[in-house]
């Protein structure tokens, strides 16, 4: 390392520096700068756009409880305009709605499965995995309900999706396979958000209880 012994020495070794250096550095910095600049109006032009699709979801909102006829076709246009965002999955969560209160279940899991495979989030793919299990089940197709639960969810999930098996299980007459779904869903803390999920438990523990039989009476001589 050198040691200048006088401020003038040090003065011209920092002159002799920036002769050589200079350029380099000060072209550097304008880079930066110019990266700098052009990465906040990047987000600031992100942030319009996600301002702009949000107004656009509450405005699609608003006008499907004003007008509900155009609301599906309405629905379905900004789905295609913003696919890949969160708010083209929510509207398709909104129109099985829609569907559902027309018990249109053909409709519904069309919507539900548009849903989850657009689904930009762990969270938004796991609701609408969750309804479209509860539809499946209703509609008594129970290896299809199983088979979307056994899709990967997020660990929050575990106790409806466990819950959503037992429903199933049991309307199979699986009641062994039942009871430890149920089981499994109080584990990870179900009955905070399905309080009668303890019923469902104890009934079934009273029907697996029961004789399968009664005892045949005597017969009279």
């Known amino acids: ?55 656009g979801y509450q405005t699609l909102l608003e006008n499907a409880s ?4 155009s609301f599906n076709e309405s629905a379905a246009q900004f789905i295609k ?5 969160s708010y083209a999955s929510l509207t398709a969560l909104a129109l099985a709605k829609e569907a559902a209160g027309e018990k249109n279940w053909l409709e519904v899991k069309t919507q539900l499965s548009a849903a989850i ?7 938004i793919k796991a609701i609408a995995s969750l309804r479209l299990a509860r539809v499946q089940v209703q509609l008594e ?18 106790a409806a999706v466990e819950e959503v098996k037992g429903d199933t299980y049991l309307l199979q007459g699986k009641k062994e396979l039942a009871h430890n779904a149920y089981q499994a869903a109080i584990a990870a803390d179900g009955l905070a958000g399905s ?5 469902k438990l104890d009934d079934l523990a009273t029907v697996t209880s029961l004789p399968a039989s009664l005892p045949a009476e005597p017969a009279v001589k």
């Open 81 to 85: 305009d913003n696919a890949g965002t």
């Open 141 to 158: 197709e129970y290896e299809q309900a199983l088979a979307t639960l056994a899709n990967p969810l997020p660990e929050s999930f575990t």
């Open 195 to 199: 309080p009668g999920l303890q019923m």
């Open 66 to 69: 004003k007008d509900k006829a």
């Open 117 to 123: 495979a657009s689904a930009p989030t762990d969270g």
């Open 1 to 55: 390392m050198e040691v200048y012994q006088t401020e003038e020495q040090q003065v011209e070794a920092i002159k002799g520096y920036w002769q050589e250096n200079g350029n380099t550095i000060i072209a550097g910095i304008v880079l930066g700068f110019a990266g700098f600049i052009g990465f906040n109006l990047y987000q600031d032009n992100q942030l319009e756009n996600e301002l702009a699709v949000s107004d």
